[in-house]
């Protein structure tokens, strides 16, 4: 196909009308959710003690690693399987799991923070595999009105704690914990969950598979942890607090970026997997490209209007150290740039790869930073995180890009 007709073909091909209406629908039931989410960050910035509101985000990044390895991300299977395999045996192996995790992750809480407070978020966990389950089935609404109504939920603890005084990086991670859990236990038991199971003429997957699948997964989270959120561990134990709470302030915006980016990491990989299996590599090539555009049109507006975005998000008092934000907003673009082409090695079922490329460049930021931290300061910390980011996406050009070609070219020659 020639470049000069292959967009606007690709525009208006039979086969991509569906997938713009589910993009839509994706961004239509999600942007509530967001408006949530930004009204959640602005109450957050403006009322959270600037003593406690680095110790939140920090303690709330430890959660979410703590219940990403004990969990190790099996809720993940559903993208790959759910529709080629027996669903029924698959929900029961992932919640088998989830239950000794939720074990893990109380003793955890009792152990290493030793609050109570903290035990509430294992909620998180449950919820996420609710809503994997709803994003395997392309039940969009049902997906977007959970994410909603979490929001909703822990805004409400929020004003509450805000209104009595008692706000502080445990009642408010206690607060939203609460609310994974409301969420997760009424999407547990309501008719669609129940009447799912129809898939009882497909294979069983193993759960030994399950596990080989998910695993690198969990490993994978504790990467990214590493390439992000320890840089608040080593702030914590060798700058000062101030620091501390400018970096958070910056790392928490681009969370809350890192979750709009998500409406195209969350409909990526079932789209690229179904088209794989069809083998309409023009669809999917059409739509690498649009959704590369849009994380490099995001990521880089947001450093452009990085001042206006920190008066948005309510942290107008912290804007002067903005440029935290910028080094940590390239960073990302390069992070969701390598994870886009990466997607490759989850349809092979290869997912140590990725964990493999993000363990090493991970254990090579950490000791620079913990090497230099004491003479270089924040500086090295975001440098790092930048350049390791970097050179991940490099090398996701190679498994990625390069290998996906290698396939398709492969499969077209065998089937001449």
């Given at each position: 196909?020639?470049?000069a007709?292959f967009?606007?073909k690709?525009?208006?091909?039979?086969s991509?009308?569906?997938?713009?209406?589910?993009?839509w629908?994706?961004?239509?039931?999600?942007i509530?959710?967001?408006?949530f989410?930004?009204?959640?960050?602005?109450?957050?910035?403006r009322?959270?003690?600037?003593?406690y509101?680095?110790?939140?985000?920090?303690?709330?990044s430890?959660l979410?690693?703590?219940?990403?390895?004990?969990?190790?991300?099996?809720?993940?299977v559903?993208?790959r399987y759910i529709?080629?395999?027996?669903?029924?045996?698959?929900?029961?192996v992932?919640?088998k799991?989830?239950?000794?995790?939720?074990?893990?992750?109380?003793i955890?809480?009792?152990?290493?923070?030793?609050?109570?407070?903290y035990?509430?978020?294992?909620?998180?966990?449950?919820?996420?595999?609710?809503?994997?389950?709803?994003?395997?089935?392309m039940d969009?609404n049902t997906?977007?009105?959970?994410?909603?109504?979490?929001y909703?939920?822990?805004?409400?603890?929020?004003?509450?704690?805000?209104?009595?005084?008692?706000?502080?990086?445990?009642?408010?991670?206690?607060?939203?914990?609460?609310?994974?859990?409301?969420l997760s236990?009424?999407y547990n038991?309501n008719?669609?969950?129940?009447?799912?199971?129809?898939?009882?003429?497909?294979?069983?997957?193993?759960e030994?598979e399950?596990?080989k699948?998910?695993?690198?997964?969990?490993f994978?989270?504790?990467?990214?942890?590493?390439?992000?959120a320890?840089?608040?561990m080593?702030?914590?134990k060798?700058?000062?607090?101030l620091?501390?709470?400018?970096?958070s302030?910056?790392?928490?915006?681009?969370?809350?970026?890192?979750?709009?980016?998500?409406?195209?990491?969350e409909?990526?990989?079932?789209?690229?997997?179904?088209?794989?299996?069809?083998?309409d590599?023009?669809?999917?090539?059409?739509?690498?490209?649009?959704?590369?555009?849009?994380?490099a049109?995001?990521c880089?507006?947001?450093?452009?209007?990085?001042?206006?975005?920190?008066?948005l998000?309510?942290?107008s008092?912290?804007s002067?150290?903005?440029?935290?934000?910028?080094?940590l907003?390239?960073?990302e673009?390069?992070?969701?740039?390598?994870?886009?082409?990466?997607?490759?090695?989850?349809y092979?079922?290869?997912?140590?790869?990725n964990?493999?490329?993000l363990?090493?460049?991970?254990?090579?930021k950490?000791f620079?930073?913990?090497?230099?931290?004491e003479?270089?300061?924040?500086f090295i910390?975001?440098n790092s995180?930048c350049?390791?980011?970097?050179?991940?996406?490099?090398?996701s050009?190679y498994?990625?890009?390069?290998?996906e070609?290698?396939?398709?070219?492969?499969?077209t020659?065998?089937?001449?």
């Amino acid at each position: 196909m020639r470049k000069a007709t292959f967009f606007p073909k690709a525009l208006k091909g039979e086969s991509l009308k569906k997938e713009y209406q589910i993009i839509w629908r994706f961004f239509y039931n999600n942007i509530f959710a967001y408006i949530f989410l930004y009204i959640q960050n602005v109450l957050i910035n403006r009322y959270m003690p600037t003593e406690y509101l680095g110790s939140f985000s920090y303690n709330q990044s430890l959660l979410i690693l703590f219940t990403s390895v004990y969990s190790i991300e099996v809720y993940s299977v559903y993208l790959r399987y759910i529709g080629y395999c027996n669903e029924k045996e698959l929900l029961k192996v992932s919640r088998k799991i989830l239950f000794i995790a939720s074990l893990l992750f109380c003793i955890t809480a009792i152990l290493y923070f030793k609050s109570v407070y903290y035990i509430w978020f294992l909620g998180y966990m449950w919820m996420r595999e609710r809503l994997y389950f709803f994003r395997s089935k392309m039940d969009i609404n049902t997906y977007g009105r959970i994410k909603l109504l979490q929001y909703f939920i822990s805004i409400c603890f929020l004003i509450i704690l805000i209104l009595t005084g008692n706000i502080n990086h445990k009642t408010l991670l206690a607060g939203i914990g609460i609310s994974y859990l409301i969420l997760s236990f009424l999407y547990n038991f309501n008719g669609k969950s129940k009447n799912a199971d129809v898939s009882d003429d497909l294979p069983i997957v193993s759960e030994k598979e399950i596990i080989k699948y998910a695993l690198p997964l969990s490993f994978n989270a504790i990467m990214v942890w590493v390439l992000g959120a320890a840089d608040q561990m080593l702030i914590d134990k060798y700058l000062d607090a101030l620091t501390l709470t400018y970096y958070s302030v910056g790392f928490r915006i681009i969370n809350v970026i890192r979750i709009g980016i998500g409406v195209i990491m969350e409909y990526w990989p079932r789209f690229y997997f179904e088209r794989m299996e069809n083998h309409d590599y023009n669809a999917i090539k059409f739509m690498y490209m649009i959704f590369m555009a849009i994380v490099a049109i995001l990521c880089i507006g947001t450093i452009i209007f990085s001042e206006q975005l920190y008066w948005l998000m309510g942290a107008s008092q912290y804007s002067h150290m903005r440029w935290m934000y910028c080094v940590l907003a390239l960073s990302e673009m390069f992070r969701l740039w390598g994870a886009i082409n990466m997607t490759f090695q989850s349809y092979i079922k290869n997912n140590s790869i990725n964990v493999i490329c993000l363990s090493f460049l991970g254990g090579v930021k950490l000791f620079i930073n913990w090497m230099n931290i004491e003479n270089k300061g924040v500086f090295i910390l975001l440098n790092s995180t930048c350049l390791c980011y970097l050179i991940y996406f490099f090398c996701s050009i190679y498994f990625g890009c390069f290998k996906e070609r290698q396939f398709k070219w492969n499969y077209t020659h065998k089937h001449l």
